[in-house]
């Protein structure tokens, strides 16, 4: 029998890493990505095209247990970013973060946010978790959303786990993903596309970005309505 526990996840970070650690896919799909950006490193650790987000209480953490992280000064990209931009849309409850890079990574001091990357969980209009979508900025650069059919089950499995305990205890949390599935929506709808879902039961569905109607397909390419990027 589990032991049930009144706790959110984010009472005990790190139950939380080692309950959502299992590979995103069985190969490294960083090696994959890795050789299209020109800077040699996976476009997800790379602080010029993805800037990390952690909870606070990650952030607690990881500032007594490792010097993998950093808060972000916003000068780590030569580049630059639009610090003012960035730091505007991230949630009350999150801190901006920069790690020593993919070549000093220590994997179990991985943030929240870099075990979910590419995926957030999808929040219908009507307020029900249904599934992974993928942060759709990245469509054209992160290999996993070209090819969604590599996710393994016991990824998909961990994550809506924990994210259902996430969401049972943390109503914030839940309504930040909701909003941001809302703005999935408006952009998909706006670009007459119809939205890849990895249902938490598993399998793949399209929603329809305007009635909400899922329909089942069996893989296939994800079509994202454009090119951006930002923060993660
Ligand atoms: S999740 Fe996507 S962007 Fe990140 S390492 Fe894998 S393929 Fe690259
Ligand atoms: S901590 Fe590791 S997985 Fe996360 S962004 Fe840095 S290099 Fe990538």
Known sequence: ??????????????????AFDAPLTALDCGQMCALH??????????????????YQQEWNFLREKTDLWHSWRGDECKAGADAEKL???TPDNMVLLACLG???????????????????PYVTADFRFVGLAFEWEFAPVCWVIQNPDAVTDVY??????????LFALEQE???????????????????????LLLHRAGGWR????????????????CV?????TKSR
């Open 1 to 18: 029998m589990k032991k049930f526990s009144l706790k959110s996840p984010l009472a005990d970070i790190r139950a939380l890493y080692d």
């Open 37 to 54: 950006n020109p800077s040699g490193k996976p476009f997800c650790c790379d602080i010029c095209h993805a800037v990390p987000a952690a």
């Open 224 to 228: 994202a309505p454009g090119s951006w």
């Open 206 to 221: 399209l929603i329809s970005p305007g009635s909400g109607r899922m329909a089942m397909m069996r893989g296939g390419k």
């Open 87 to 89: 730091r505007d849309e």
């Open 156 to 165: 998909r499995q961990q994550f809506v786990a924990l994210h259902d305990r």
């Open 173 to 195: 949390i839940f309504e930040s993903y909701a909003i941001h599935s809302a703005r999935m929506r408006e952009v998909y709808a706006a670009h007459r596309r119809r939205i």
């Open 102 to 120: 993919p070549q000093a990574c220590q994997r179990m001091y991985r943030a929240l946010s870099c075990r979910q990357f590419p995926f957030f």
